[in-house]
């Protein structure tokens, strides 16, 4: 359509990269008409209704000249009035309407205009059960004293607690005011002021311009500790000391995430613990990484997820994809940045084990994940979700072939082609068409020998991991695996492995490849010699509880424990799904579940209910 009036060099920008084609099923959005750029919250937080209720004020960039109407994102929010602001600076109520919900995206609020207002607020109120936050009693905390309430906004469920724009096409700045309880401390994935008191409410402020799934918030009993002169570590203050011991080397990670990819463009980087029903690993929200409890295991072990959150300050939340259908760009490119700040640390020996565990873990998932489901992205027209491609399996595999490129090409021209990509995109969202234009003009045109295009093709569209890629192998990794062969066979006993000197990446590797074939005996054995069962590495011990739920091994004990306290999906689904193919384990793992379901987030619960189901 034709455009009337000069635009931003920033409208142009987001128009060019836009397109049709570009446009988010999954948002009711019309950001090819308006855009929002920054946003203001005013909340309340109630505990006793498990609601936060106020306004939000979004300040909007209008695009088509002819457009009069704003539609905004939102899930069971109760809207309660819409007012603009008219040119004379006053505010005037508006019209506006909800669709019939839809039980994926929710209901689009439509907001009737009779001009193109520079800002509109809209007062509305959340549900209890809104899909992105979580309200916890006191007595699911560590100390008892106090409720606590934390979001995760992504993909889709900022809509559920803000009326936005609900896309990563969509990048905004953003500012709140939030009130909460006397006695708790209320963060944000924004500008925290540690000596802030909350008196006349929590304030806030982002800078940078973030897609909606980055929004983020968190109440409650919340200590926070420095760990150099850009981070530090909020926690629940029993959690507080071993939280900051386990995240010391964080400055060292950003340095050396600078030194390959240039400069940490939000200023701090600072990280909450949450309670244990989070349940992922860890949320990359700018200023202020969401983080499992399940990552302090006492001994800094598993500080390779921090690598992976800090990663995301460059893949995924600087450069983020245009869609949810190019989720490989954020997750792949961030776990191949993952392993490289992992070398730079600890070495090229435990990166190398590193990938060589993700790339065994990737292949050994192939199986049940459906052909058409195992490329990084389809053909299809983005359309719909239903045509995504498998979200766990485009870590791995984007990251294989980033390395993949790399090792052919060398990191002398690898690496600045990849920072390349980072700067010039900084603060945009990207599609893969983007991404192979780039890399044909920046890397292939130069050096054609790097990759043919068919190959390109093969990774991208195809299934599974491509014959030409090349393994990583590991010297260490190759010698526990002649141990633990000899072990399976009754070659070698249990006292003359070399477990006391393993690692935790050597215990995954091979926990993950004697599941299913050791038997009860050697798990006991096992437990009797290293007491796997009681370890306080979350990612060791939850692998050999499955092995022995497997194998007949009775750990029920320890297990209840670990149900009762892990909320993490990773870790509870594939738990619950085993004892429930075990006819003896079934009524048992349903008397656990009816204890610890409470514990667990919305989004846990869901996943594990569908296993009761089936």
Request: charged residues 20%; glycine residues 6%; proline residues 6%.
């Amino acid at each position: 359509m034709p455009i009337k009036k000069p635009l931003s060099a920033f409208v142009l920008s987001a128009l060019m990269t836009l397109g049709v084609a570009h446009a988010d099923p999954l948002s009711y959005a019309r950001y090819d008409q308006v855009r929002t750029s920054d946003l203001y919250l005013d909340l309340k937080a109630d505990f006793g209704h498990k609601t936060l209720a106020g306004y939000a004020e979004l300040t909007l960039t209008w695009i088509d000249p002819a457009a009069r109407t704003l539609v905004l994102d939102t899930n069971e929010l109760n809207i309660a009035k819409v007012q603009v602001l008219n040119p004379n600076g006053r505010w005037s109520a508006a019209s506006f309407m909800l669709d019939k919900p839809d039980a994926e995206k929710g209901r689009a609020l439509r907001i009737a205009l009779s001009f193109q207002p520079q800002k509109v607020r809209v007062y509305y109120r959340t549900a209890p059960s809104a899909a992105a936050l979580q309200w916890m009693s006191p007595q699911q905390t560590m100390s008892g004293k106090r409720p606590f309430m934390f979001s995760q906004s992504e993909e889709i469920n900022a809509r559920s607690w803000a009326p936005v724009q609900d896309t990563p096409a969509v990048r905004f700045t953003y500012s709140a005011r939030i009130e909460a309880p006397a006695g708790m401390r209320v963060v944000m994935s924004a500008e925290n002021d540690q000596q802030s008191t909350g008196a006349g409410g929590w304030k806030f402020k982002m800078a940078q311009p973030i897609p909606s799934y980055l929004l983020a918030i968190a109440i409650g009993e919340i200590d926070v500790r420095n760990l150099g002169p850009r981070s530090a570590v909020y926690a629940e203050p029993a959690r507080i000391d071993a939280a900051a011991y386990e995240l010391a080397d964080t400055e060292k990670m950003i340095s050396a995430a600078e030194g390959l990819y240039g400069p940490y463009r939000w200023e701090r980087y600072d990280m909450i613990v949450l309670p244990p029903s989070f349940p992922i690993g860890g949320m990359e929200n700018p200023r202020l990484t969401f983080l499992t409890p399940t990552m302090i295991a006492g001994d800094r072990s598993l500080v390779d997820l921090i690598a992976h959150e800090l990663a995301h300050s460059w893949s995924g939340n600087l450069v983020t994809n245009a869609s949810w259908k190019h989720f490989w760009l954020n997750e792949g490119f961030t776990t191949y940045v993952t392993t490289r700040i992992v070398e730079k640390l600890y070495g090229e020996e435990v990166a190398e084990m590193n990938l060589q565990v993700e790339q065994e873990e990737a292949l050994a998932s192939l199986p049940s994940i459906p052909a058409a489901k195992q490329a990084l992205i389809t053909r299809d027209a983005d359309t719909s979700a239903a045509s995504y491609t498998d979200s766990g399996l485009v870590y791995p595999k984007g990251a294989w072939l980033l390395r993949t490129l790399e090792q052919r090409a060398g990191r002398e021209v690898f690496d600045p082609f990849l920072r390349g990509w980072f700067d010039q995109h900084a603060f945009k969202s990207a599609t893969t068409d983007e991404f192979v234009a780039y890399l044909k003009k920046n890397l292939l045109d130069a050096h054609p020998e790097v990759m043919a295009p068919a190959e390109l093709d093969e990774w991208l569209y195809g299934a599974g991991i491509p014959a030409s890629a090349r393994h990583a192998a590991s010297p260490r990794l190759a010698a526990l695996d002649a141990q633990r062969s000899a072990w399976l066979k009754g070659e070698l006993s249990t006292r003359d492995l070399n477990g006391k000197n393993w690692i935790a990446l050597e215990w995954m590797h091979f926990l993950n490849d004697i599941d299913g074939k050791a038997n009860a005996t050697q798990l006991r054995e096992l437990d009797q010699a290293f007491a796997l069962g009681k370890s306080g590495n979350n990612e060791i011990a939850y692998r050999f509880y499955l092995a022995s739920i497997k194998a007949g091994y009775n750990v029920r004990e320890p297990l209840t424990t670990f149900l009762m306290s892990v909320g993490r999906q990773k870790f509870v689904v594939p738990l619950y799904t085993a004892l429930l193919k075990n006819p003896g384990d079934r009524e048992w793992a349903k008397s656990v579940y009816a204890q610890a379901r409470e514990h667990y987030h919305p989004v846990t619960q869901g996943s594990v209910d569908k296993q009761f189901k089936k």
